[in-house]
């Protein structure tokens, strides 16, 4: 058994569990927090993105003990059904789903995507290594290739970032 | 997944020291932790190295650079330095995983992750990797993915990451630390290995071993190039990737670093391969020679026979571009 002091969407857990205990599992099955979604166990999919110490990361291949004192955000700290985030409602204005399940780990990883893409990393379809000029959708698209949708609403979904990621420029 | 101990430990000393009495270390846990829910890796005890103090990146007195081992892979790609004087690592990076698995994989971890073999991961199939002795039905069975070049009668497992093709191309150095406490330094060319009768053993690392750094040598001058060829466009592995630094002066290739992923059991240069190239002019002629020599003696196994014209229009594509040609068709 571990015990774990872990600070999520802004409150103190302690968690006291086993240490196979993934971070996804702890979130899950130990705090009630079922935001984030496990689609592959295996960090194939990304449904179960969330942001630790302001980074994305893939919560199912990371141990919850590894976490202690870290800073957790998951899909329910960025909003609530009524104050939804500005991108949970693009999500909603521009149809970004349709089943739904991959949406919190697309909104985790969107959160953190954009920040990268505005402190000016470079990615792999991007032109030169310099900092980043200009969030295109091919930009975008390979930024997020790390959560795939199997209702393949990534037309959608990348009209939403867009969008928040022009507003918050 | 089986039950084991977590430790974190705080000094490096102290973590070469815990795993030579058995375990294993772990840094972001992206390619232990997948293994160990299948049962394929199970450690009894893991030693978190993760804050260990070892996430930097500085400059070395030679004017080169070093990368600790746990700098992430994000951090790494996206360092000023690193982008501006070894663009091919920083391309590299960004060709592998996702951007959540980048922000979590660590350079050490990198250079130690293992084959993506079909029957390396399923416990319940033979595999002398995995269980010595055990036999290797990849030879005859679903092989598409596995290596032409540096195979062996007991395995044929390709290393599958991407970092470590263009660490090759840079002569960089892996820095150990031993359970002993004695620092040593190896070639990243040296570090991995062949499988040979010992297909157990991906590299050099003694139990207890303890990457701390990766060293880089002053920046080569070229232009500098990661193209990987794969079954969908992004997060997905190499089925052929080449990382080059070409430098062309006077209409000749002045110089050429190459190193393949994809399709060796480990990253491969061929030094052959590059003396064929030097001080030659460029020409569609010379980089069909330079294939030749590369896939002298590659074997295919079946399904994955197509990796050996697909390396050739691989490399002859990056070499083309390198010298400001037209590519061929
Ligand atoms: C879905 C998916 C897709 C991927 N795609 C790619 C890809 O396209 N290209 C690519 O290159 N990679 C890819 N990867 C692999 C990824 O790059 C590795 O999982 C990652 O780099 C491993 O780093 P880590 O720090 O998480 O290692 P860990 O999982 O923590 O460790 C891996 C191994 O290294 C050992 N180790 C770690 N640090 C040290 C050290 N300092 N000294 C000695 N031993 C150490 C551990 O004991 C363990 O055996 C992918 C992974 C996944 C899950
Ligand atoms: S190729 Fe190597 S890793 Fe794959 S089954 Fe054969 S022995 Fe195992
Ligand atoms: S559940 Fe973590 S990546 Fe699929
Ligand atoms: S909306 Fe169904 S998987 Fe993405």
New interface residues.
Partial sequence: M?TTSLHINGEEHTLKA???T?LLDALRNHLGLTGSKKGC???QC?AC?VMVNG????SC???A??H?GDEIVTIEGLGAPEELSSLQAAFVAHDAFQCGYCTPGQIC?AM??IE?AQ??????VSET??DLKELSDEEI???????LCRCAAYPNIVRAIRQIAKETE | MKPFDYVRSHDAAGAAEAVAQGGSFIAGGTNLLDLMKLEVMTPDKLVDIGRLNMNEISATDDGGLRVGALVTNSDCAAHDTVRRDYGVLSRAILAGASGQLRNKATTGGNLCQRTRCYYFYDPVMPCNKREPGSGCHAMNGFNRIHAVLGTSEACIATYPGDMAVALATLDADVEILSAEGKTRSVPVRDFHRCPGDEPEKDNVLEPGDLITAVTLPPARKGSHFYRKVRDRSSYAFALVSVAAIINVEDEKIASAALAFGGLATKPWRDPEVEEVLIGERPSLELFEKAADILLADAKGQGSNDFKIPLARRTLTAVLAEGCGMEAPL
């Fill in positions: 571990q086993d240490s196979r993934t166990d295996h960090g990304g993105t980074r994305r990361i893939n291949l990371t141990l003990c590894m202690d990883s953190g995507m990268e402190t000016g990393w470079p990615s792999y290594l310099d698209s390979e930024r997020m290739s790390g959560n």
